[in-house]
């Protein structure tokens, strides 16, 4: 599938949400170039169809239905990673919500949802990968935040808080990584994605309707992860922010 002169070729991904959205794009353009995947979400049905899209191309493709609020769960997944392929090469923490609405309408439980998935979740995923990547001295890490980890709108408090979060975390992860471990943030502005449907705000979800309306194609997204992948090992691609053209926001 791949020119084993490819940087990505053979290299072992984990993608979590990978089920659908910038994780399942992410995952094709990765098993064209060759990449040996893992791939993570809660929805079962959708993880083995894409599997065995992927596999009967060639791809080499392992999955594990895995809930990233679940320390346990994540770990298992990296065992999963290691077990299979010997090593962990690339996480992607791409599992994510976006239940937007004005704080005054005390939607605490999505908080929660929020704070849990968005942040906890790419925590437990670093956790996860950490100490493999620090015994082969070598790995990287790709977080998905947002252009709402750069600007905050009305709506989107916590959302934006859980996105600034990611962006810390990716940052502070670079520093301490020290030169064998690489760390990129992702940061995405409307993106065609599941990602508007868990908004049960009405004003909100109108709002983020709107929005989307310029919405672009996941692939773009899955682009900008292969091109930061593909560097060489003594580029770390930090930060991208990718937008539609025609988003102001």
């Known amino acids: 599938m791949s020119n084993v002169n490819d940087p990505i070729n053979s290299k072992i991904v984990i993608i979590t949400g990978a089920s659908s959205g910038l994780g399942e794009a992410t995952a094709r353009r990765l098993a064209e170039r060759g990449a040996k995947l893992v791939l993570a979400a809660r929805r079962e049905d959708r993880l083995k169809s894409l599997t065995e899209e992927l596999t009967a191309k060639g791809a080499e493709v392992t999955w594990q239905v895995t809930d990233v609020t679940d320390s346990q769960q994540v770990e298992s997944l990296a065992a999963l990673a290691k077990k299979t392929f010997g090593r962990i090469d690339v996480l992607i923490n791409n599992a994510g919500l976006m239940p937007l609405a ?134 770390d691609i930090n930060e991208i922010i990718l937008r539609p053209t025609a988003q102001e926001m």
């Open 102 to 235: 004005p704080l005054d309408a005390l939607k605490v439980d999505e908080w929660e949802q929020m704070i849990d998935v968005n942040i906890k979740g790419v925590l437990y995923g670093i956790a996860a990968v950490l100490p493999t990547m620090r015994e082969q001295h070598s790995g990287h890490v790709i977080n998905l935040s947002s252009v709402a980890g750069h600007k905050v709108f009305p709506g989107g408090a916590v959302y934006c808080a859980t996105k600034y979060a990611v962006k810390a975390l990716s940052e502070g992860l670079r520093m301490e990584a020290g030169d064998e471990i690489r760390s990129t943030n992702i940061s995405p502005g409307a993106i065609a994605t599941e990602l508007t449907s868990t908004i049960t705000d009405p004003t909100a979800a109108e709002a983020a309707e709107e929005l989307y309306k310029v919405a672009i194609d996941a692939d773009a997204v899955a682009r900008a992860i292969v091109y930061a992948i593909e560097q060489p090992q003594d580029v």
